[in-house]
């Protein structure tokens, strides 16, 4: 059985176009990277005989990510938001994460950010964090470099693949 590893989220590197998100990131917080819809949408015939499946060509994604109040790039998208209010304009730039020597890469094109995080203030503002929202008009996944699947993984998951391709419904 195959199992993802688990990753802390300052494990990661992620930039907002220029501007390094990184060293942000708060304490024990996730990046989420969620697909705005799904690979397929299926029908059914009226007599419930064929089942028709359609790709989707929705490559959209949301990400989610939770920066320290008091940092360098939380303060910079802050101005971001604040400067597209005041001149009616949306900052368009990439995102890209990696995992620090682990199996991902994404890379997120035409990313702006979506939702102004709500504003906590505490006594003790240096666990204060700030939930980004960035939309993303096309999420693309990249091999990392030098990463090798163990052979075993891949003919799993290709029998597994192959099996379910080939399985056909009688009724």
């Known amino acids: 059985m195959y199992f993802e590893p688990i ?12 501007i390094n998100l990184t060293g942000a990131l708060s304490k024990d917080s996730y990046i989420e990277i ?5 690979l397929t949408s299926e029908s059914q015939d009226a007599g419930s005989f064929a089942t028709s499946i359609s790709l989707m ?9 939770q920066l320290q109040a008091q940092s360098v790039a939380n ?20 995102i890209s994460i990696d995992g620090a020597g682990t199996l991902y ?9 979506k939702a102004r995080p709500t504003e906590t203030k505490s ?12 939309y993303c008009s096309e999420l693309k996944e990249k091999d990392a470099d030098g990463f090798t699947f163990n052979a075993d993984v891949v ?8 099996a379910t391709l080939e399985t056909r419904y009688v009724f």
């Open 75 to 94: 303060t910079a998208l802050s101005r971001i938001v604040r400067d597209d209010f005041n001149n009616n304009t949306k900052t368009i730039a990439n």
């Open 34 to 38: 969620a697909p705005n819809s799904e």
């Open 123 to 134: 006594e003790d503002m240096a666990t204060a964090t700030n939930t980004w929202v960035f």
């Open 155 to 162: 003919a799993e998951i290709t029998g597994s693949i192959e």
């Open 105 to 113: 890469l994404y890379e997120l094109a035409g990313c702006y950010i």
């Open 57 to 65: 060509s929705d490559r959209s994604a949301t990400i989610t990510i």
């Open 7 to 18: 990753h802390a989220a300052r494990l990661n590197n992620i930039a907002f176009g220029a």
